[in-house]
Structures are given as C-alpha cells and as structure tokens.
C-alpha cells in the first residue's frame, strides 16, 4: 500500500532510513577515529594544537563529515517516523523528536570546532594571547563540544530506547531482536553520558562504558540499517 501523501512505498522509506543510518555509521567512524580520536590528545594541549595545523585538511573533512551527519539525522528521524507510526503514531513521533533534538544539540556543539583553525592559524591571536593561551583556548572548544555531545546522547538515548520499544510491539513489523538491541544501546548511551559528569575517575572505567554503548549500538543500530536496505520489503506487510 502506498502512502497517501507522497505516493511513495513503505519500502522507500525503509531504504532512506537504511541507506542514512548505514553512511552515517561510516561517515561518524571516519570524523571520530581520524579526527577525535587520532588528532585530539586530551592531555596535551601543544600536541592537539600541532596535530591539527599538521592535518588541517582532515581535520576539515572531518568537520564536514559531521555536517553530513547532521543532515542525515533529519532524514532518518523523518524515515523512521513513518515507517513506525503505523504501530503508534504518537510515539513514533516522539521518537522523531528525540532525535531532533540530538540533532539540534550535537549541531551547536559542533559549531565550536569551527573557531578551531582560526585561532590556531590567525596571526592577530599572537598579539593578543601566547601560544600556551591558545592552545588551551582549543582545549576549551574541544572539551565544549564534547560535553555538549555527551548531553545530546541521552536524546539520543530516549530515541532509541522510544524505537526499540516500537519495533518490539509492532509484532514482527521489525523483527523483535533489533528492538531489543536497541533498548540496551539507548540505556548503555544514558548511562555513559551520566557517568562522565558524575565519576572524576570516568577515565579509568572508560573501556568498560565504551563496551556498554558500543557493543549492542553497533549490533543494533547496523542490523536495523542492514534489515531495512535487504528485507525492508517486509514492512509492506503491515500497511
């Protein structure tokens, strides 16, 4: 049956969602291994500041692999929201708005990796500040954006903990198994997110939160895009 306000398909809407979700588990992968991860020593300021001006290419492919997440985010929410609201319309909706609302948040703290370069590559900064001064002014962005991140994940928690509960009750819409997988991801995304403000020693537990959240959001989040891209066909069957 297709959908009466645009003519398209169930089947569609599940190819927009698998195909979004799949590129931005890439496009994230590359930003927070290549740039987070391989570029930002958190404990060294003059190293970071270094590795930024050394790759400044990748550091702004990086940013614009975000962006595209951003935009990707929208697309999923919207995909998402019809595909669930069949099951129930008010939560898919709310769902919807979860990730939203992670979108708006993960999308200002991104704006501050954009007075990054300037501050390391303007001249003018010299007069006013030491190379000391800027490098932990960089820190401070940096540090910004990851807790502004951190806040935006337990939005990102509630969608998926509001899309998990949706596929388990739609009665094989999605099967139940991916559901389930995505409820422990939105509490293991939650949980992480409390315990960096919460712990002073999050560092020494970071592995074991990195398991929590990465080992059932992987297994979740990819077999939702995979199911949707190969048997999304399947969703045709309850409209």
């Known amino acids: 049956m297709t959908n009466l306000n645009t003519g398209a398909s169930p089947l569609y809407y599940a190819r927009v969602a698998g195909f979004g ?3 931005m588990a890439i496009l994230a992968m590359f930003s927070n291994f290549s ?18 001006i050394a790759n400044e290419m990748l550091f702004r492919s990086g940013l614009i692999s975000f962006v595209i997440v951003l935009i990707l985010d929208v697309l999923v929410a919207w995909a998402l929201y019809v595909l669930l609201k069949p099951v129930n319309k008010n939560l898919a909706m709310l769902a919807a708005c979860f990730r939203l609302v992670y979108t708006a948040i993960f999308g200002i703290a ?10 390391l590559s303007g001249a003018e900064y010299l007069t006013v500040f030491t190379k000391d001064q800027l490098h932990a002014q960089v820190m401070l962005l940096i540090d910004a954006f990851n807790n502004g991140w951190l806040i935006g994940l337990v939005f990102f928690g509630c969608h998926l903990l509001v899309v998990g509960y949706l596929i388990i009750k739609s009665g094989g819409y999605i099967p139940r198994i991916i559901g389930i997988f995505l409820i422990l991801a939105s509490a293991g ?6 315990a960096h403000f919460l712990l002073p020693n999050y560092t020494d537990y970071k592995t074991i939160f990195l398991l929590i959240v990465a080992v059932p959001g992987v297994i979740g989040e990819l077999s939702l895009a995979f199911w949707l891209l190969i ?7 309850r409209q």
Do not use: C, H, M
């Open 21 to 23: 979700l799949l590129l």
């Open 35 to 52: 740039v987070l991860e391989g570029l930002i020593i958190p404990d060294d300021a003059a190293k970071t500041a270094s590795n930024i």
């Open 110 to 119: 991104l704006s501050n990796f954009l007075s990054v370069l300037p501050l």
């Open 189 to 194: 995304y939650v949980i992480d997110s409390i």
């Open 231 to 237: 048997k999304g066909v399947k969703v045709q069957q």
